[in-house]
């Protein structure tokens, strides 16, 4: 009976390992579109890099993402009011601006992290100063994923 | 959450302490009282030089074979009322839910119960994330074995292991679900009440103590797995009534309850 007890006492402590376990991590800017730089010029997909660059917001100059930095890699965050969000890249007094058509879906992801945007993109489009060509690699903007959804292609 | 654990071990140590004589082997049993005493009278008051053979060879035999006899003694029958103390303890660690829930405990045979549980909750919270309302009820049934086979007279405990199906059904939504976007600007949303149901299959384990006569206090373990929901839509139960979290198709939990018995024999 004794050790009866002492399995009861131990079934109570491991419930309260369980109720004390940690609780989910919520997992924030879930809703950035990635996207490479790669060179024009090569044959293959060859990673570049814009020195000295500034990316902003269309029609939001004045809150820049990357502020005069070399870039090679670029973290997007798309419009949840909009189905379109644009984004300005200036580099050496040259701009371009890049559209990204989206589709945005609703997705419960915990009780402690409440809710997210899933996207899925449509097309993207571009001027064309220093920007060659743009690709959609992956089109899915899925939480919890990390992984290059557009490819840039510069001269 | 530290006082959360406070109050769960110090439910724990108050039960313990409650059921101190709940060990039937912690006391001796009538049988062997009886025979440690003819063992004492053996050594204490017969002079073994006045000893026959036939009674020095008895005694032998004593010396190298007790023979343990436990009696069995009939439990009172009745069946019990009861409330589940699960939800308002949660409450003082958690005050987004409220609930209560009654339980019955009836005798199919000695060792044999039926138990039905019928309960109530409330969740209803605002946090940056979203907002949050739920109201439901649930019902479990099932039965449950006393272990507790060898007991002495009077004791009246009894160490139950079980197995239920439960029943939610409750209606929540969330008034307004905020999306933060530091750039763009956030964007919020809603989705409105609706009804679901959920069914589970419950395991229990735990002891009840009879504190004063009829009167019992007894805490298990639960053990819960959902079988079937018919949720539409992607928002979970923050809670399910007497599941509890709605984001797990398998939970553990405790239940203390204060249950009177209604005996029918003794």
């Known amino acids: 009976m004794r050790g009866v007890i002492k399995c009861l006492i131990f079934s109570f402590a491991t419930t309260l390992l369980i109720s004390c376990s940690p609780n989910d991590m919520c997992l924030s800017n879930q809703h950035n579109l990635q996207a490479g730089i790669y060179s024009a010029r090569a044959k293959e997909d060859k990673d570049s890099t814009l020195t000295s660059s500034t990316v902003y917001g269309l029609e939001l100059e004045e809150d820049s993402l990357y502020r005069n930095e070399s870039i090679s890699y670029l973290y997007l965050p798309l419009s949840f009011s909009s189905n379109t969000t644009a984004f300005v890249i200036e580099n050496n007094n040259l701009k371009d601006t890049i559209w990204f058509s989206h589709e945005k879906e609703e997705v419960y992801i915990s009780r402690e992290c409440g809710f997210a945007f899933n996207f899925t993109l449509d097309s993207m489009w571009h001027t064309k100063t220093f920007i060659d060509s743009v690709a959609i690699d992956y089109p899915y903007i899925n939480y919890g994923e990390d992984i290059e959804n557009a490819k840039i292609y510069i001269y | ?266």
């Not at chain 2, 928002?235 to 797990?248: A, E, K, Q, R």
């Open chain 2, 1 to 266: 959450m530290r006082k959360y654990i406070f109050i769960k071990i110090a439910l724990l140590f108050g039960f313990c302490a409650t059921g101190q004589n709940f060990d039937p082997e912690y006391q001796q049993s009538p049988t062997n009282q009886g025979i440690h005493n003819q063992h004492q009278q053996g050594f204490g008051q017969t002079d073994p030089h006045h000893q026959t053979h036939d009674e020095a060879e008895e005694e032998r035999e004593y010396r190298e074979e007790p023979k343990e006899e436990i009696i069995t003694y009939k439990q009172a029958e009745g069946f019990t009322l009861g409330v589940n103390l699960e939800g308002p303890i949660n409450t003082i660690s958690d005050n987004k839910q409220t609930s209560i829930s009654f339980n019955t405990r009836i005798n199919i045979s000695e060792y044999i119960f039926f138990h039905g549980e019928i309960g109530f909750q409330n969740v209803n919270f605002e946090k940056s994330e979203y907002h949050y309302d739920s109201n439901g009820t649930f019902i479990k049934a099932g039965f449950e074995n006393d272990i507790l086979k060898k007991r002495e007279r009077g004791l009246n405990d009894n160490l139950l292991i079980g197995i239920h199906y439960g029943y939610a059904f409750q209606q929540h939504g969330a008034s307004h679900i905020n999306f933060e976007n530091e750039y763009w600007g956030d964007y919020s949303s809603s989705l409105s009440t609706y009804s679901l149901d959920t069914h589970w299959i419950e395991l229990s384990f735990g002891p009840r103590i009879e504190i004063v006569k009829n009167f019992y206090i007894g805490w298990h373990l639960h053990l819960k797995a959902t079988i079937f929901t018919n949720n539409r839509y992607d928002l979970n139960p923050y809670f399910i009534p007497g599941y509890g979290n709605g984001d797990s198709s398998v939970n553990a939990g405790f239940s203390y309850k204060l249950e009177y018995m209604i005996p029918w024999s003794n």
